[in-house]
């Protein structure tokens, strides 16, 4: 193989320091979560390889399941039913795996609009919405959604009439939220496939509607 001569002709002026994630002191349930791992594979109840498929697992989730959820309940109100009293038991019925902590449906309706936050840090339904957004696990997110999620919703474009109530729900650690939005007027005629495509992430959170058809 010849040999490669890399140039680089061009100067820089100082780089600004960009500091990793590593640079900060690690929070109090960043230390809790690492130990309970560890302890995990010291115990034997899992395996360093489990532990790691099962991260790949939760990383590599999207949108897409439950958004084919709320679909499916636009469109069956039976289904609705079921995934309003136990969303958990709902997505089995799919074949989705929503993860064995319990995850709560709220649904908006004309007088009702939810939003939800995690105030303690980024508990969130990722198995069946995907990985947080950065703007989720923000500590501007997680004090002003509390104190004022109009003013929040309306930085997302999401204008909620005084005539509706916003009610905003707290994930924890043992329950994570995740709100049916309302399905788009026009959207009679579409059928499943066409109605999930409506639905996106940050509706499943509340800051915004449902795209229109």
């Not at 990383?59 to 439950?66: I, V």
């Not at 009702?112 to 840090?121: A, D, E, Q, S």
């Not at 994930?171 to 496939?193: F, H, I, K, Q």
Request: negative net charge.
């Amino acid at each position: 193989m010849a040999n490669e001569t890399h140039t680089h002709d061009h100067a820089h002026g100082p780089h600004p320091h960009q500091p990793d994630l590593e640079d900060a002191p690690l929070t109090h349930h960043m230390v809790m979560t690492e130990a309970v791992g560890e302890l995990l594979i010291e115990k034997g109840i899992i395996s360093a390889d489990e532990l790691r498929a099962q991260m790949e697992k939760m990383d590599s989730k999207s949108p897409e399941a439950g958004a084919r959820m709320v679909a499916r309940a636009w469109m069956d109100a039976d289904f609705k039913a079921r995934v309003l009293a136990n969303v958990n038991d709902a997505a089995d019925e799919m074949g989705l795996d929503a993860g064995h902590i319990p995850i709560r449906a709220v649904e908006n309706t004309d007088d009702v609009h939810n939003v939800i936050v995690c105030t303690l840090c980024s508990c969130y339904p990722r198995m069946l919405i995907g990985l947080p957004p950065d703007w989720y696990k923000s500590r501007a997110y997680r004090s002003r959604c509390i104190r004022e999620p109009r003013t929040v919703l309306a930085e997302f474009g999401t204008d909620i009439p005084d005539s509706m109530e916003v009610r905003v729900h707290d994930s924890t650690a043992d329950l994570r939220y995740m709100v049916l939005p309302r399905r788009p007027d026009g959207t009679e005629d579409m059928d499943e496939d066409a109605l999930c495509e409506l639905v996106t992430r940050d509706c499943m959170i509340g800051v915004t509607l449902p795209k229109t058809p």
